[in-house]
């Protein structure tokens, strides 16, 4: 069965950096488009970015373009999201999910981690 | 960016009720919508994928409908493992957006 286990998620002062990861099993990782997306405390649900199968397309929402990069290795069915410059905002709980491979709903999702940005 | 509001934000309904959660957006996305379940503490789960088809395994009384710029979510007879939120999402393209969410509350 399809599992996507996040991890690397913790407190970190702001200004500092932060890489998460997401160990995916259970199915191909490499035909996949893959995304983040997060909840801020008590929030609604936002998309930050999303990578392409291959790896070679990636876009963000406009509140984390140029501090954040999404990246994936399929040879380690793993995909990353390194967080720069964490602002107080950024604290949410980040979840990895798999979009299908035609369209872009999210068919599967990862229990995600938790990012707080405190000083 | 396609903006996507959803109303009611909070609804509180009885076991056995029908509830429709609707969904607009800022342009026409066709049927490039899904619907989310998630629950406190929980990730979301997929309902719904192309404005009306059910994922899955998901129960029945869920059903959802529309085209265009407006779609609705209905539980046709709510049950107490339906006391979550919703979320809608476009997917008109890779930049996709999500609702603000209803919570659904007992009554």
């Known amino acids: 069965q399809v599992q996507l286990v996040e991890s690397g998620g913790g407190v970190v002062q702001p200004g500092r950096s932060l890489r998460l990861s997401c160990a995916a099993s259970?199915?191909?990782?490499?035909?996949?488009?893959m995304h983040w997306v997060r909840q801020a405390p008590g929030k609604g649900l936002e998309w930050v970015a999303v990578?392409?199968?291959?790896?070679?397309?990636?876009y963000y929402a406009d509140s984390v373009k140029g501090r954040f990069t999404i990246s994936r290795d399929n040879s380690k069915n793993t995909l990353y999201l390194q967080v720069n410059s964490l602002r107080a905002e950024d604290t949410a709980v980040y979840y990895c999910?798999?979009?299908?491979?035609?369209?872009?709903?999210?068919?599967?999702w990862g229990q995600g981690t938790l990012v707080t940005v405190s000083s | 960016d396609i903006q996507m509001t959803q109303s009611p934000s909070i609804l509180s309904a009885s076991v056995g009720d029908r509830v429709t959660i609707t969904c607009r957006a800022s342009?026409?996305?066709?049927?490039?919508l899904a619907w989310y379940q998630q629950k406190p503490g929980k990730a979301p789960e997929l309902l719904i994928y192309?404005?009306?088809s059910l994922k899955s395994g998901v129960p029945s009384r869920f059903s959802g409908s529309g085209s265009g710029t407006e779609f609705t979510l209905t539980i046709s007879s709510l049950q107490p493992d339906d006391f979550a939120s919703y979320y809608c999402?476009?997917?008109?393209?890779?930049?996709?957006?999500f609702g603000g969410g209803t919570r659904v509350e007992i009554k």
């Open positions: 999910a798999r979009a299908t491979v035609t369209t872009t709903y999210l068919d599967s």
């Open positions: 259970g199915f191909t990782f490499s035909s996949y488009a």
């Open positions: 990578i392409s199968y291959a790896g070679d397309n990636t």
């Open positions: 342009q026409s996305i066709s049927r490039w």
């Open positions: 192309d404005a009306s």
């Open positions: 999402q476009q997917y008109h393209s890779y930049f996709i957006t």
